[in-house]
């Protein structure tokens, strides 16, 4: 059983920077992507990017496209979301995500909640103005 554990929330100003960790454990295969995924109180739950192990490439939502990156360590155990300009609006509640059993290929891949088999528990980031 895959567990996801995310680390480096918390709370940052206006325009800072932060990393998010998420280290993956007890598995014996390799995902066939590792995402990050948003909730706000009151909000859905909102795709930011994702790592896909095929190729190494990374997407990223359009709303953080080029202030967040996804990046992954060279032991493939830990996948990061590095958060620059932080704005207010980026606060919720940050999870982890592994897509173990769903294969996908092409544009428009892992962007989705229902393609993750595996989640976090979340770690908070709250961005003050």
């Known amino acids: 059983q895959v567990r996801l554990t995310e680390s480096g929330g918390g709370l940052v100003q206006a325009g800072g920077s932060l990393r998010l960790s998420c280290a993956a454990s007890?598995?014996?295969?390799?995902?066939?992507?590792m995402g990050w995924f948003r909730q706000a109180p009151g909000k859905e739950r909102e795709f930011v990017g994702a790592?896909?192990?095929?190729?190494?490439?990374?997407v990223v939502a359009a709303s953080v496209k080029g202030r967040f990156a996804i990046s992954r360590d060279n032991a493939e155990s830990t996948v990061y979301l590095h958060m620059n300009g932080l704005k207010p609006e980026d606060s919720a509640g940050y999870y982890c995500?592994?897509?173990?059993?769903?294969?996908?290929?092409?544009?428009?891949?892992?962007?989705?909640?229902?393609?993750?088999?595996?989640w976090g528990q979340g770690t908070q980031v709250t961005v003050s103005s």
């Open positions: 007890g598995g014996t295969t390799s995902p066939y992507a």
């Open positions: 995500a592994a897509s173990l059993n769903y294969y996908c290929a092409g544009s428009g891949c892992y962007d989705e909640d229902y393609e993750y088999s595996n």
């Open positions: 790592f896909l192990w095929s190729g190494g490439r990374t």
